[in-house]
């Protein structure tokens, strides 16, 4: 006899949890490969989930519970993130968007009105979620959109594509900000910061999935930033705002590397959902 859907589930649940995926995480995991095997939605599944389960379905699900189990993230198996209430494509050559990377988008608006014409450009785009999100945000800007990855790019051409931000964006493969002519009203970023002595200490969906070169950034995870704060300064627009995200503990240290460019003020340090530091807010002034 077939098995029922949600004996199926249960049992991905207990599987996940045996490889070390925290419960609650374990029992969503199940139930959304579940969902996506079968079109459903949370819906049909909890008033249907005691059917016998369609034919291959047993089998198909195994395959994605087994990836799951050997702690694939499940934005590549299922091959979307939910970023900004936007489905957006990812795959193993971008960093999967996180929910603390929308405070990138929530400070835009904070200083620029849905109605101007702006200049925007993204630096390590990746899946291109921020370009994306502040497009749809901002449509009358102008964006440009940049990664040293061109798989990278690629992905984020899709995204741009598929919410009609594409016609406006121009994608380009370069080594942070090399080669692009501003000015910009607005720049942001969501670059490497994570220190190498961090890689042993990270859960295995990050450390063995997610690609390194989005990851890392030196011993003290500021290798990077400590470019990107120079080249934005320059390519900004008097009073333009420059945003990028951090890592835990990095507060100070990029406070400082901010200060440090005599055309930038820091005019601010905000905090994600979890109170933790996380990105960066400068003006570009002229300060001497």
Request: charged share 25%.
């Given at each position: 006899m077939p098995t029922e859907i949600h004996a199926l589930i249960a049992d991905a649940r207990r599987r996940f949890r045996?490889?070390?995926?925290?419960?609650?995480?374990?029992?969503?995991?199940?139930?959304?490969l579940a969902q996506r095997l079968l079109g459903w939605d949370?819906?049909?599944l909890m008033t249907h989930g005691d059917e016998a389960a369609p034919a291959d379905f047993a089998r198909d699900y195994e395959?994605?519970?087994?990836?799951?189990?050997?702690?694939?993230?499940?934005?590549?198996?299922?091959?979307?993130?939910?970023?900004?209430?936007?489905?957006?494509?990812?795959?193993p050559a971008v960093l999967i968007p996180r929910q603390e990377t929308e405070l990138l988008i929530e400070i835009a608006l904070e200083h620029f009105d849905h109605a101007q014409p702006l200049r925007i450009l993204d630096v390590c785009t990746g899946s291109g979620c921020l370009a994306v999100g502040l497009g749809r945000e901002f449509p009358?800007?102008?964006?440009?959109?940049?990664?040293?990855?061109?798989?990278?790019?690629?992905v984020a051409r899709r995204n741009l594509t598929r919410y009609g931000v594409s016609a406006r964006t121009q994608c380009l493969r370069t080594d942070l900000?090399?080669?692009?002519?501003?000015?910009?009203?607005?720049?942001v970023s969501n670059p490497p910061y994570v220190p190498t002595e961090d890689?042993?200490?990270?859960?295995?969906?990050?450390?063995?999935?997610?690609?390194?070169?989005?990851?890392?950034?030196?011993?003290?995870?500021?290798?990077?930033?400590r470019r990107l704060v120079v080249q934005a300064a320059a390519a900004l627009a008097r009073d333009g705002i420059f945003v990028f995200e951090f890592g835990a503990g990095q507060d100070k240290a990029v406070a400082a590397l901010v200060e440090a460019v005599p055309s930038l003020t820091l005019l601010d340090v905000k905090h994600d959902l979890q109170d933790i530091p996380r990105a960066a807010v400068a003006r570009k002034t002229s300060r001497s």
């Open positions: 045996a490889a070390g995926i925290e419960p609650g995480e374990a029992a969503l995991d199940a139930r959304l949370a819906a049909r395959g994605l519970v087994a990836r799951r189990a050997f702690r694939e993230p499940l934005a590549y198996i299922t091959g979307s993130r939910e970023f900004w209430n936007l489905d957006i494509e990812v795959t009358k800007a102008a964006l440009v959109a940049s990664d040293i990855s061109q798989d990278a790019l690629d900000l090399d080669g692009i002519d501003g000015p910009f009203d607005l720049i890689a042993s200490g990270l859960q295995p969906e990050v450390r063995d999935y997610e690609p390194p070169a989005a990851l890392f950034a030196g011993e003290d995870g500021l290798h990077i930033v």
